[in-house]
């Protein structure tokens, strides 16, 4: 079992320092955990992504209002040109 130190922990002859990996037996590894010592690591993801503190969520900015559109204006003939009536 693959578990993330939370604490420096003896294990064998060397210490594993808090936030270091380290492959371990299930029992030992859940006892681990269950003291808080450390916590699971997950194997289906190898790739350890550091935890980031939760950042407050900013207020949503109140949207713009919309500026109403401007009729289109009708097409009037150029000067100089004769309109069929």
């Known amino acids: 079992m693959k578990v993330k130190a939370l604490v420096p922990i003896l294990f064998g002859s060397r210490v594993v320092n808090d936030g270091e990996s380290f492959e ?8 681990l ?10 194997e ?6 550091p935890e980031q503190p939760e950042q407050p969520e900013q207020p949503e900015q109140p949207e713009q209002p919309e500026q109403p559109e401007q009729p289109e204006q009708p097409e009037q003939p150029e000067p100089g ?5």
Not at 24 to 31: A, S, V
Not at 44 to 49: K, S, Y
Not at 81 to 85: E, H, I
Request: a positive charge; aromatic letters at 4%.
């Open 33 to 42: 955990i269950k003291k808080g010592y450390a916590e699971l690591v997950d």
């Open 81 to 85: 040109k004769k309109t069929k009536k």
């Open 24 to 31: 371990t037996q299930e029992l030992h590894g859940r006892e």
């Open 44 to 49: 289906h993801n190898p790739a350890e992504q």
